[in-house]
Every structure is written in C-alpha cells, then in structure tokens.
C-alpha cells in the first residue's frame, strides 16, 4: 500500500474492523523479561475501540511462525523488555521491515515483518514498544521498578494505538469511547 491512502472511507471501501496485533515477548520466568506478555494480556483485556480488532499473542521469544498472526494486520506492536536505557524508561520507535534471513536463530521485529511481507504480503504499521528492566534474575516477580513502569508502557501503546486509528480512520469515531478529544 505504498503512497496510497489508507483510510479506508476516503476509498470508498466497505468497513471492515481495523485490526491491531500486540506481540508480547520475553521470559516470564526471569522477573522483568516478562513485562511484554503482562502488557500484551492487560491490553488485551482493555484495549477497546468501536470498529477495531484486538489480537493479542505472548511467546517466549520472536519466531517465524509468529507472522501469521499478523498477516491481516493493518498495525503491530512488539511488545518487550530492554537491558538498554535506564531502569524503567520506556521508548517505541517504528518498526521498518529488514529481509528475513533463513535459517537465522535471530529474530528481530524488523525480520519478523520482513518475513511477514514475504510470505503474506502483509505491510502492517509496526512499533517496538520497550521497558527497560532492572532484574533478570530467575522470579516470577517484576522488580520495583518496572511494576511501577507497566503503567507507563501499556498507556504508551494505547497512544499509539488512538494515533493509528486517528490515522487509517475506523467506521466510527474513536474520540467519544476517550469522553471526547484531548
């Protein structure tokens, strides 16, 4: 779809939901590692928009077959720890499919979108959305830090998520399910 439009009403197309995959990644057994799948879960549950599809998917670690799931997807948001920054910072910053190299044991988000292009065609809006942790110890249990940034990560996938929407447009307005525009 490069170059073209997406906004879907603007074509003329019939409705269809937009639909938003959130890949939630790590090791729930090693502390903070986990923090993608417990944001991927929480938005699963409370991300809402009318005319919007919300997939959520967790895996221990990025693979190939994890691009099926979004082959249909108009946004994706990978969703993970980070040893990089400071404790508890959050970024994202936008996902620009690389090539997918076979037999690689390396997957990255870019390679994962690479290979979701390759195999489906798919050209989903991509962002890596990640907390930087603090404890990679063997625990089932966030460190203190990084129970108190959860919060901050799940709201920032929110954002992008109302920006998406806001962008590819929907059946119905998205700003009254927020109680009106900010």
């Not at 019939?14 to 790590?26: K, P």
């Not at 005319?51 to 693979?63: D, E, F, I, K, T």
């Not at 929110?158 to 525009?181: C, H, M, N, R, Y």
């Amino acid at each position: 779809m490069s170059g073209e439009p997406r906004d879907r009403m603007a074509r003329g197309e019939s409705a269809r939901a937009l639909r938003l995959v959130l890949i939630g990644y790590g090791n729930p057994l090693r502390s903070d590692d986990g923090v993608g799948w417990r944001a991927a879960e929480e938005l699963s549950r409370s991300l809402e928009f009318p005319g919007v599809a919300v997939a959520s998917v967790v895996s221990h670690q990025l693979m190939p077959e994890l691009a099926h799931d979004f082959k249909d997807a108009d946004a994706v948001f990978f969703i993970d720890a980070t040893r990089e920054g400071q404790p508890g910072e959050v970024k994202s910053h936008p996902v620009i499919a690389e090539p997918w190299i076979p037999y690689s044991h390396a997957c990255s988000p870019a390679a994962l979108l690479g290979l979701g292009r390759e195999l489906y065609g798919a050209r989903p809006q991509a962002y890596a959305v990640t907390l930087c942790g603090e404890c990679f110890d063997h625990g089932e249990g966030f460190s203190a830090t990084a129970r108190a940034s959860l919060p901050r990560l799940t709201a920032l996938v929110e954002k992008l998520s109302i920006d998406v929407i806001a962008q590819l447009g929907t059946a119905e307005p998205f700003a009254e399910t927020l109680g009106g525009s900010e």
